[in-house]
């Protein structure tokens, strides 16, 4: 190893999630930046990662990879290299990820101001659902706040999930499952109010009060109920709950 996470350059490694080997064709601890050529199914990948990323993802097996040379593969590499690298600075070096269940987030235009417009979906119909989004709301408003965004609202969408079929029917058939998606609720925030927030004294579930409320019907209401009824709701969230 070439210092504390970066392996030597060639090392072989295996991905833990599916074990599939690849070789490090670039370890730089300057810029915290490691690749990997992955060859999987014929299709040559560069994949780029921190070292904490690496740590994480890769096991470093015994031995380097076999010594090849091939000019046309190294300069096709090193053009998907800078590529990549410059994806994943642009998308990575500030630390910050949309959560997986952020479905899409855009701007529009609203009544001629523009918007940052996020759509968050619910675990499910519960309390700890509900606890979950309103953790990730603030995450999301403050990364629009340090990138200076300059759009003058914005509003969170949340939905949810609700499934049916399954089984079999009276005659023994079995019946097709299904997903339908509705809205559970939408809260505005005003930016300028969020530039006001004092972030080290606010807590996740206290950010709630702030935006205003769009109720959408017995889903939504269903799950912020039960959120409201524990007594963390009711002394962090009181205002929000009051519109449920």
């Avoid at 990323?53 to 015994?62: G, I, M, S």
């Avoid at 959408?216 to 929000?240: I, M, W």
Wanted: hydrophobic share 35%; glycine share 10%; proline share 3%.
């Amino acid at each position: 190893m070439t210092s504390t996470g970066f392996p030597e350059k060639g090392r072989q490694v295996k991905r833990k999630a599916d074990g599939l080997t690849g070789e490090v064709c670039e370890s730089d601890p300057s810029r915290d930046v490691v690749a990997v050529h992955l060859s999987a199914r014929g299709a040559h990948k560069i994949i780029v990662c921190s070292s904490e990323e690496f740590v994480r993802d890769w096991d470093v097996t015994v031995g380097t990879a076999p010594k090849r040379i091939n000019y046309k593969q190294a300069i096709i590499a090193s053009v998907i290299l800078g590529i990549c690298f410059f994806i994943w600075l642009k998308s990575c070096v500030g630390g910050f990820t949309y959560p997986s269940d952020v479905l899409d987030h855009k701007i529009s235009v609203v009544n001629g101001s523009t918007e940052f417009d996020v759509t968050i979906k619910l675990e499910g119909w519960n309390a700890g659902s509900v606890y979950h989004v309103a953790g990730e709301i603030p995450d999301v408003v403050k990364h629009e706040l340090e990138e200076g965004s300059q759009e003058q609202s914005i509003l969170f969408r949340i939905v949810g999930d609700v499934h049916s079929g399954g089984g079999n029917d009276d005659y023994g058939n079995p019946m097709p499952e299904s997903s339908t998606t509705f809205n559970a609720f939408n809260i505005r925030y005003s930016m300028d109010d969020m530039k006001k927030v004092n972030w080290d004294h606010m807590s996740g579930i206290g950010l709630l009060n702030l935006g205003s409320v769009t109720r959408f019907g017995s889903y939504g209401d269903n799950a912020v109920q039960s959120y409201c009824e524990k007594s963390l709701a009711q002394t962090y969230s009181h205002d929000f709950c009051a519109n449920f």
